[in-house]
């Protein structure tokens, strides 16, 4: 695969000093493949199917393409009907919500209900593997489990996070991990709406037990009177969950066996149960802060072993009603706010919404817990305010957040604070943004109305389309494009980083500097640290990066097309960049014509040429 390629041919590269630009997925520490079973966009070809531009159709096709160490698969939003047997890899992550098209977006979470979901109509099964499985929704056929995990040796990790399984009925489990002793698995963020199983909804099984947190069921049953919606055997975490509207047959909301820490869970608006919560085994489990509201004729918890400290199916949630999770928030005046105890453990230290615990007194009862929160501006000190000055303006000593202001020292360019001496000053040092970087005001013109360029010039719409679309070029401090100036390696770089980030592909660190022997501070600083550290941007021996050096076409491409995670290979030969051209051309990503690479790859850029170029790898 690329990757493998990409460490035989790296080394070498370096070795004759080229300033070497990763390719994805050259550049990552495994592959990252795409899936879209509805579309494909662009096909180079059988070599580069898992491209974000030419996906597979099939997560399986995808699988079974994957390198053994593993990878992410991002899946679109489609049906898969398929089964899925992860085996054969060491790590592997399984993302839906991808929507397709260049770039990523809209990602699922457990809340969406836009209906338009990575939906996987099969099993996922696996054995002794390190995985992730988010962003997925289940249903739509019978099975016996949905997710049925193995992780019978020792060190294996394997979560199942922020997926919703609707409407949907099983004869074994919905998600089922088995963590042996020295693995660990995690069922966290996910919904469970209208669904039932003959045994359980959720199951931890083996020695080492499992985490399960932050899950809510609405109108999930459990029809075996042995297991519980929850079924959590030796050493199990369960905390923060809400069970809700539960169904007519069911017998135990929670069961739990030997060890358990079971804390913060609320078992809302069921009707009755054998008991919310079942103890079993010799060894003592840690039952606390759990909440059972409106369950009539229903034992809190049932089991000799169990430790029923400060859980309550007494105390009035006063729950604030709705739709949803939100639903069952405690309300204002709740008697199970701050009747908790205090839990050593380093477990719940948030509640369902991420609401830090204790917010108050001592720990809520339930999976709630109740805040008011701080309100910056009415004058009242609160929380962690430091001030409160009845309003939200910055520079009158309490600023917008309500902390103390102070004074900044005199005459620093690029803290925000125009001193005496300056004429503007934005919060940095760096030039074409309006206030230069010595803090003195720039010419800045809008998209088109440079001093030195006009409709005129055949590359006038090119320089528009690249400045209207994420500010890939603008213009210099007095209002120039100098569009026929001859391109350093960081006003490349600079360019090839901007379009990146315009197609939602990285983010630029602001604060990043000092990455490089001859980059430390200076403006284009952030974009080769950034690129620095997400592999894209290796540098020459002695750890300098040259940024100062005039750009070779061959060098533009190569930036260009692996800052947009676009395909290409490089040669071991003194032509490292002729297969690089040579498959450019086809798609008119090049500004010229040639009859051998050699022609144009060793040509210095010019701004005209490099905006050309990349508006043809944009666009094409």
Request: some cysteine; glycine content about 12%; hydrophobic content about 35%.
């Amino acid at each position: 695969m690329l990757n493998k390629l990409a460490k035989v041919l790296l080394p070498f590269i370096a070795t004759i000093g080229l300033f070497i630009v990763a390719a994805s997925p050259v550049s990552a520490a495994y592959q990252t493949l795409y899936v879209d079973g509805e579309l494909v966009w662009v096909d180079y070809g059988s070599y580069s199917h898992g491209a974000i531009d030419s996906p597979y159709l099939t997560i399986t096709e995808a699988l079974n393409d994957m390198d053994s160490e593993g990878g992410v698969i991002k899946v679109a939003e489609s049906t898969y009907t398929e089964d899925l047997n992860l085996v054969n890899l060491d790590t592997i992550s399984i993302e839906g919500g991808f929507n397709g098209g260049p770039g990523e977006s809209n990602p699922f979470t457990s809340q969406d209900t836009d209906g338009n979901q990575t939906i996987v109509s099969g099993q996922i099964t696996g054995t002794n593997i390190d995985g992730t499985l988010t962003g997925l929704q289940f249903g739509g056929i019978a099975v016996s489990s949905f997710i049925d995990i193995n992780l019978a040796g020792s060190g294996y990790n394997f979560t199942v996070d922020d997926c919703r399984f609707a409407l949907a009925s099983v004869t074994d489990f919905f998600v089922r991990i088995t963590a042996g002793s020295g693995s660990n698995g995690e069922i966290t963020n996910n919904v469970f709406t209208l669904v039932s199983s003959d045994k359980s909804v959720i199951e931890t099984a083996g020695g080492n037990g499992t985490t399960v947190n932050n899950n809510f069921f609405q109108g999930a049953s459990s029809l075996n009177g042995s297991y519980g919606i929850i079924t959590a055997t030796s050493g199990a975490k369960v905390y923060n969950n809400l069970i809700a509207d539960s169904g007519s047959n069911n017998r135990v909301a929670i069961r739990i066996n030997n060890q358990a820490e079971v804390y913060n869970n609320t078992i809302a608006e069921g009707t009755a149960l054998t008991a919310a919560i079942a103890t079993s085994g010799t060894e003592e489990n840690n039952v606390y802060n759990n909440l059972v509201a409106n369950v009539s004729g229903t034992d809190f918890v049932w089991g000799a072993t169990a430790d029923e400290m400060n859980n309550s199916s007494s105390c009035d949630p006063a729950f604030i009603g709705g739709s949803g999770a939100a639903a069952y928030e405690l309300g204002a005046g709740s008697d199970c706010i701050d009747a908790g105890t205090t839990i050593s453990l380093p477990l719940v230290t948030e509640d369902y919404f991420g609401t830090s615990r204790p917010s108050g007194a001592a720990y809520d009862i339930g999976f709630d817990e109740f805040y008011i929160p701080v309100a910056c501006g009415n004058g009242v000190l609160e929380g962690a305010e430091e001030c409160d000055d009845f309003n939200n303006i910055d520079g009158d000593g309490c600023d917008a957040s309500c902390h103390i202001e102070t004074t900044p020292t005199p005459g620093v360019c690029g803290d925000g604070t125009v001193d005496s001496g300056e004429q503007c000053d934005d919060g940095n040092n760096v030039n074409g943004d309006g206030c230069s970087a010595m803090c003195e005001d720039e010419v800045v013109v809008d998209c088109g109305d440079w001093l030195d360029i006009n409709t005129s010039d055949d590359h006038y719409a090119i320089a528009v389309y690249l400045c209207e679309h994420g500010e890939i070029v603008k213009g210099d401090a007095f209002g120039n494009l100098r569009i026929d100036d001859e391109l350093t390696r960081a006003e490349l770089l600079a360019m090839a980083y901007r379009a990146r980030e315009y197609k939602g592909l990285g983010v630029v660190d602001n604060n990043a500097e000092a990455c490089f022997n001859d980059v430390v501070d200076d403006w284009y600083a952030k974009y080769f640290c950034t690129a620095k550290e997400d592999g894209f941007v290796e540098g020459y021996a002695g750890n300098v990066a040259k940024p100062g050096n005039i750009v070779l076409l061959a060098e533009g491409l190569k930036m260009f097309l692996g800052g947009l995670d676009k395909y290409y290979s490089i040669d071991a030969d003194d032509c490292w960049y002729c297969s690089m051209i040579w498959s450019a051309e086809p798609h008119d990503w090049l500004p010229f014509s040639f009859v051998s690479p050699t022609d144009i790859g060793p040509m210095e850029l010019s701004r005209r040429y490099a905006m050309d170029m990349l508006y043809r790898i944009l666009t094409n």
